[in-house]
């Protein structure tokens, strides 16, 4: 028999596999829970801005998949409407960025998500905070498009 950490674990890997836009950016779900969620990038030149490091949008990926994971993690849809990032220092080439998500509050509607980016030496990268609306609606089967 499948323990709930496993299968809200299994349940947070389908969802990320059903989203091509992180997969192409070479952003891979490490774990999750029930309002948590852990992902990585390495940067590579795909990712590099003009100036040679990190591109903003980039980083925001990441912390929006890391977002999009965590309020999705209970089995319901849940949809960002409101979310805002602060860069704190610059990533380079080679950097294996992480965001981890964690839950700061959820009611029946509303779900409010603190996303932090770091590096491997822990320094912080950026800073996401997000808002989601909760919907009723299983999102087991929810597929690219928004149909069922």
Do not use: W
């Amino acid at each position: 028999m499948m323990s709930d950490a496993t299968s809200v674990s299994e349940r947070m890997k389908r969802l990320a596999a059903r989203d091509p836009f992180p997969a192409s950016l070479g952003i891979e779900c490490l774990e999750g829970a029930p309002g948590r969620a852990v992902v990585r990038m390495q940067v590579g030149e795909r990712h590099l801005n003009l100036n040679g490091s990190c591109h903003g949008g980039a980083i925001f990926s990441l912390a929006d998949t890391a977002f999009g994971l965590a309020s999705n993690a209970y089995g319901v849809v849940a949809a960002g409407i409101d979310v805002h990032i602060t860069y704190i220092a610059a990533a380079k080439l080679g950097d294996v960025l992480t965001a981890t998500a964690t839950e700061v509050s959820r009611n029946r509607k509303l779900g409010v998500y603190r996303i932090d980016v770091s590096n491997a030496d822990n320094v912080l990268i950026a800073g996401f905070t997000g808002t989601a609306y909760i919907t009723s609606r299983s999102n087991d089967g929810a597929v690219a498009g928004g149909q069922e």
